[in-house]
């Protein structure tokens, strides 16, 4: 019982300490941390010690699998230099790194424990970089690589722990360093396919959302419990599983078991994750307390442990800087037209903070080791200080190095572009199928203009006029007053008991699916309004790229429209003739319809604010 409600009140002081962090827009995981150091010191409170049974199983699994599955796959191997660079190449670097400093300060240490230090404190946390990363809005492209990197230098690390606590009773050769780590990486990577091999067959099988969610619960932990009985890479196999998984998912599972799957583990994920903080914070009185039981005096230890922190820092920003051109390729974004530079490597080398597998790892050195405390105490400012060190500047250091943040316009139009083309696509088949099918009820009809309602909403989102709503948003308003009156009516005849609850709940959940599309559409257009537009460069299409940039006429309007007595949403103008049209969301479409008499095929945006173009032959922006 009292193990039950331990765990609840962690549960509960992750959720709310994590609720009021958002609120006042602070990162989570930096006020869990805070919050677990004190609540160490609190009377009353109970000691808890991680034990890295505990991490290593229970929760480092799970937390891979999720990032791993929701990782992109195309994404990873295109950084797959960087990310290896980082995940092996670095986590040797600083391994060797901070057993130097260690041995420098602590002379009586021997090498053997020195370098088990050294790959305690190597490999970032796969949680705090790209959790503050992505809510301060790193490039895309940095937070790809300190995702995978923290996907795969766990495995590194523990390998290099390996061999160093098995040096220190016995002698160790290079070659056996050597044929571990291929071992580790090599069965990790054999586990983790084979996973993938027998889980993708079991799913084309499956149908039911709840056994298919289900399997997903047990894939990290199968992966992970049989690479380790073969002495191979259990974080490895996670991985390669969870990559493989993500990257099928839309073959493999039904659409339904896709968003039980994701929703699941986002859940999983959320609490782990924050919990995985506050578990940090909580080791501080225990961990500080063994300081006073070591050989070595107060002053001599923290020394030491000043010195691993301040190298961990510089090792890692001058890997990066003397690896830039292997990390970061100079080049000119086509997405944004800047070129990469420094700004991401520094940005990089700058996040690198450890988490719970350090101190995890730590303790799976034997108690019986002589100077454990000392590894013990490092591993914890280690953690401690770039958390909150690295952690609060993160934010900072973005803003003063100036790099551009995902931008929502240009998600925006990549969002438009895509179901277009995808729209493109779907109507090509519709008008194969049907070629030799009648068609009494004008099915065609109401397919198309099913798709063009989709594909307008996504255009209109990066409409900027202001003051007026354009027709999606009344759509959003108006259906969403709507599903309100009807739910309110659905529960009325609830309670009267004359339809069975099954058929109440089918209804009520259909209501709930359409209702929170409405809310995702919403968000997304409530992003655009607060986010300043930022012009694109086209690629991919000579039109694009050939046509020069018109500046739109002072006197704005639609001339058709004007002529025909009717009211435009939005507007483009031609940039062969300069003639301006209405919008396709526009009752009359008159840009598309000059676009067909003339066949000049640009056209551009401009409503206030945008600059973006369109070609009608190849359906992409620039």
């Known amino acids: 019982m009292e193990i039950a409600f331990l765990l609840v009140a962690i549960v509960a002081t992750v959720l709310t300490v994590t609720a009021i962090s958002e609120r006042f827009e602070v990162p989570a995981p930096l006020t869990l941390v805070v919050v677990g150091f004190a609540a160490s010191y609190v009377p ?30 195309v994404d990873f191997n295109a950084n797959r230099r960087s990310i290896l660079l980082l995940s092996v190449g670095l986590v040797a670097f600083t391994t060797f790194g901070v057993a130097a400093v260690v041995r420098m300060v602590i002379p009586e240490i021997q090498w053997p424990l020195a370098l088990a230090i050294g790959a305690v404190v190597a490999p970032p946390d796969a949680v705090a970089a790209t959790a503050i990363g992505r809510r301060i809005g790193l490039p895309r492209r940095v937070v790809t690589i300190l995702e995978g990197e923290s996907l795969l230098n766990d495995a590194s690390a523990l390998v290099a722990l390996r061999t160093a606590v098995a040096a220190i009773s016995t002698t160790v050769a290079a070659w056996q360093v050597g044929r571990d780590f291929l071992l580790a990486a090599g069965g990790g990577v054999a586990i983790g396919a084979l996973t993938f091999a027998i889980v993708g067959f079991v799913r084309k099988k499956v149908t039911d959302p709840l056994l298919d969610t289900a399997i997903s619960l047990v894939i990290p932990f199968s992966a992970y419990i049989v690479a380790e009985e073969i002495h191979a890479s259990g974080v490895v196999a996670v991985v390669v599983a969870g990559l493989l998984l993500g990257h099928v998912a839309p073959v493999l599972q039904t659409a339904q078991s896709r968003i039980a799957e994701r929703m699941n583990w986002r859940t999983i994920a959320y609490v782990l994750e924050n919990t995985v903080f506050l578990l940090i914070g909580l080791q501080a009185d225990w961990l500080l307390g063994e300081v006073g039981k070591s050989d070595f005096g107060v002053g001599q230890i923290a020394v030491a442990c000043a010195a691993a922190f301040v190298a961990v820092v510089l090792l890692r920003l001058l890997w990066v800087f003397a690896g830039q051109a292997f990390l970061l390729r100079h080049r000119v974004d086509p997405l944004t037209g800047e070129q990469t530079s420094w700004r991401y490597s520094f940005l990089i080398g700058w996040a690198g903070m450890r988490g719970v597998v350090t101190l995890a790892a730590a303790f799976t050195v034997p108690e019986d080791t002589r100077h454990r405390e000392v590894l ?23 803003r003063r190095l100036a790099v551009p943040s995902p931008d929502p316009h240009d998600d925006a139009l990549a969002r438009a572009t895509l179901l277009q083309q995808a729209a493109k696509a779907g109507i090509h088949k519709l008008d194969e199928l049907a070629v030799d099918c009648d068609d009494p009820h004008h099915v065609r009809e109401l397919i198309i203009q099913r798709i063009e309602q989709r594909n307008f909403a996504a255009w209109e989102r990066l409409g900027t006029t202001e003051g007026e709503e354009s027709p999606s948003d009344l759509y959003a308003r108006w259906r969403g007053d709507m599903i309100e009156t009807e739910r309110r009516r659905v529960l009325e005849i609830r309670s009267t008991g004359s339809v069975p609850s099954e058929i109440v709940s089918e209804v009520l959940a259909m209501l709930d699916v359409e209702e929170s599309m409405l809310d995702a559409a919403e968000a997304a257009r409530a992003e655009l309004r607060t986010a300043a537009p930022r012009p694109l460069l086209g690629q991919g299409c000579e039109h694009l790229a050939s046509i020069q940039l018109m500046d739109p006429p002072d006197d704005l309007a639609c001339p058709a429209c004007l002529a025909e007595g009717t009211r435009w949403v939005a507007l483009r103008m031609c940039l062969s003739c300069g003639n301006v049209g209405c919008c396709d969301s526009s009752p009359r479409r008159h840009a598309t319809a000059h676009f067909r008499e003339s066949q000049h095929p640009v056209m551009r945006s401009v409503e206030p604010g945008e600059d973006w173009r369109w070609c009608y032959v190849h359906h992409q922006t620039g």
């Open 376 to 398: 013990l105490i490092i591993a914890f400012v280690v953690v401690a200080g770039t958390l909150l060190g690295q952690g609060l500047t993160l934010p900072w250091v973005a």
């Open 44 to 73: 009353g409170v109970p000691e808890l010690r991680l034990e890295p049974e505990v991490v290593l199983l229970g929760l480092l699994p799970p937390l891979l699998y999720s990032a791993s599955v929701n990782t992109s796959l």
